[in-house]
T-cell receptor, first 116, second 115 residues
Framework: DTGVSQNPRHKITKRGQNVTFRCDPISEHNRLYWYRQTLGQGPEFLTYFQNEAQLEKSRLLSDRFSAERPKGSFSTLEIQRTEQGDSAMYLC??????????????FGSGTRLTVV | AQTVTQSQPEMSVQEAETVTLSCTYDTSESDYYLFWYKQPPSRQMILVIRQEAYKQQNATENRFSVNFQKAAKSFSLKISDSQLGDAAMYFCAYRGSGNTGKLIFGQGTTLQVKP
């Protein structure tokens, strides 16, 4: 599999519950990005990793959000105490650092979160 | 802060005809990169075409081409010989010259292709 894989594809949760999403990037890509996309809007940057280091976090990423990338491989995005406003598509993307500018990202299919 | 604006929420085109999607952006940087991404109903974003700001020549990829006007901060996408498979949401995106690599996306344009 040469693509970016995200699981689960869909998640429905009750308000106040915690959820965790997983992203498996392309194996040789050392950069990994998380974006959030609400219905009818463009994706918004949340955070990114270079290998295992989380190098930037958006102000959109409140204290209830945490992302990890142990060992520089897969990444998880956890949302604690979910709120209805967290309902969105969460997109993961990866890129090789050296070719970042030339080729853009490879995106996964996303995880759609619905908070009821 | 950089912004990207797509002023056409929806566009439609007849199959085999040409359509142009508009994008404007605002930045104080002189070196940056611009992209068009396609998001079909399956939701996976696919890179369509990219343009480096330092290049004057407009990028072309098969039926897709851009009209990059740096002074006007405009970056439109032209799709020639439109096909049914071109129906999707199209996003214009900006990446600065910094090391982060994060993209700033426009609001998107939904393209409908009529048979």
């Amino acid at each position: 599999d040469t693509g970016v894989s995200q699981n689960p594809r869909h998640k429905i949760t009750k308000r106040g519950q915690n959820v965790t999403f997983r992203c498996d990037p392309i194996s040789e890509h050392n950069r990994l990005y998380w974006y959030r996309q609400t219905l009818g809007q463009g994706p918004e940057f949340l955070t990114y990793f270079q290998n295992e280091a989380q190098l930037e976090k958006s102000r959109l990423l409140s204290d209830r959000f945490s992302a990890e990338r142990p060992k520089g491989s897969f990444s998880t995005l956890e949302i604690q105490r979910t709120e209805q406003g967290d309902s969105a598509m969460y997109l993961c993307a990866s890129s090789p650092r050296r070719l970042l500018a030339n080729y853009g990202y490879t995106f996964g299919s996303g995880t759609r979160l619905t908070v009821v | 802060a950089q912004t990207v604006t797509q002023s056409q929420p929806e566009m439609s085109v007849q199959e085999a005809e040409t359509v142009t999607l508009s994008c404007t952006y605002d930045t104080s940087e002189s070196d940056y990169y611009l992209f068009w991404y396609k998001q079909p109903p399956s939701r996976q974003m696919i890179l369509v075409i990219r343009q480096e700001a330092y290049k004057q020549q407009n990028a072309t990829e098969n039926r897709f081409s851009v009209n990059f006007q740096k002074a006007a901060k405009s970056f439109s996408l032209k799709i020639s010989d439109s096909q049914l498979g071109d129906a999707a949401m199209y996003f214009c995106a900006y990446r600065g010259s910094g090391n982060t690599g994060k993209l700033i996306f426009g609001q998107g344009t939904t393209l409908q292709v009529k048979p």
